[in-house]
C-alpha cells in the first residue's frame, strides 16, 4: 500500500532564503508525482507535474525533482517570498488513477 | 477557460440531514474525481468518473455516499444520512486523460 510522508510537518524562514521541502513515498511504481499548494481557506494549486520518466521540472523559482527508485521529490523554492506561506502538499498517481496525498507542509515565510 | 467549480462553497447542516454536492469540472474534462480532507487527516481518494461511468469507487467510505455524473458533464455527491465524521473539506478534480488533475475550491461540510 502506497505511503506519502511529508517532512518537515511545519518550516519557519526569513524571506530570501532558498528553501527545500521533501517527499517520500513507499511504492516506486508511480506514473507521475505532482506539488500543490493549499492557500488557509483555498483550494488546491496545482504547481508542478512530474512524471515517472523525468527527473525534475521547473516553474519560475520552483523546482521539483524526483527520484523514483528512492522513493524521494523534493520541492525547491528560490529566493522565498512572504507570498510563498502556504501549506505544500505532494500527491503520487499510481496505477489506479489515484493521487495518494502527504499530509503537508505548512510554510512561513517571515518578512 | 473556467476551472473548476464546485457548489456550495460551505455547507452547514445537522446530523441525519442529506446534502448535496456539486462539480462542474474543465470543459472537455473527460475524467472527473472526488477527494476529501477530514479534520487532521491526509487527503484521499473517494471515486474516480471517466464521462458518466465509474471508474473506481473504492474510496467511498459506506453507502451513505452516492455520486452521480449524469451525461458525463457535471458531478454530484450526496451524503444522506449525514454524520458528524462527514465533516470536512470535499475537493473535486479533473483530468484530460490520465494526466495532471486540475481542483476546484472545495466544499467546506460541517455536520452538527
Known amino acids: 500500500k502506497q505511503e506519502v510522508t511529508q517532512i518537515p510537518a511545519a518550516l519557519s524562514v526569513p524571506e530570501g532564503e532558498n528553501l527545500v521541502l521533501n517527499c517520500s513515498f513507499t511504492d516506486s511504481a508511480i506514473y507521475n508525482l505532482q506539488w500543490f499548494r493549499q492557500d488557509p481557506g483555498k483550494g488546491l494549486t496545482s504547481l508542478l507535474l512530474?512524471?515517472?520518466s523525468q527527473r525534475e521540472q521547473t516553474s519560475g523559482r520552483l523546482n521539483a525533482s524526483l527520484d523514483k527508485s528512492s522513493g524521494r521529490s523534493t520541492l525547491y523554492i528560490a529566493a522565498s517570498q512572504p507570498g510563498d506561506s502556504a501549506t505544500y502538499l505532494c500527491a503520487v498517481r499510481d496505477s489506479n488513477y489515484q493521487l495518494i496525498w502527504g499530509a503537508g507542509t505548512k510554510l512561513i515565510i517571515k518578512p | 477557460e473556467a476551472g473548476v467549480t464546485q457548489f456550495p462553497s460551505h455547507s452547514v447542516i445537522e446530523k441525519g440531514q442529506t446534502v448535496t454536492l456539486r462539480c462542474d469540472p474543465i470543459s472537455g474534462h473527460d475524467n472527473l474525481y472526488w477527494y476529501r480532507r477530514v479534520m487532521g487527516k491526509e487527503i484521499k481518494f473517494l471515486l474516480h468518473f471517466v464521462k458518466e461511468s465509474k471508474q473506481d469507487e473504492s474510496g467511498m467510505p459506506n453507502n451513505r455516499f452516492l455520486a452521480e455524473r449524469t451525461g458525463g458533464t457535471y458531478s454530484t455527491l450526496k451524503v444522506q444520512p449525514a454524520e458528524l465524521e462527514d465533516s470536512g473539506v470535499y475537493f473535486c478534480?479533473?483530468?484530460?486523460?490520465?494526466?495532471?488533475?486540475?481542483f476546484g475550491p472545495g466544499t467546506r461540510l460541517t455536520v452538527l
Open positions: 478534480a479533473s483530468s484530460q486523460v490520465y494526466n495532471e488533475q486540475f
Open positions: 512530474i512524471q515517472s
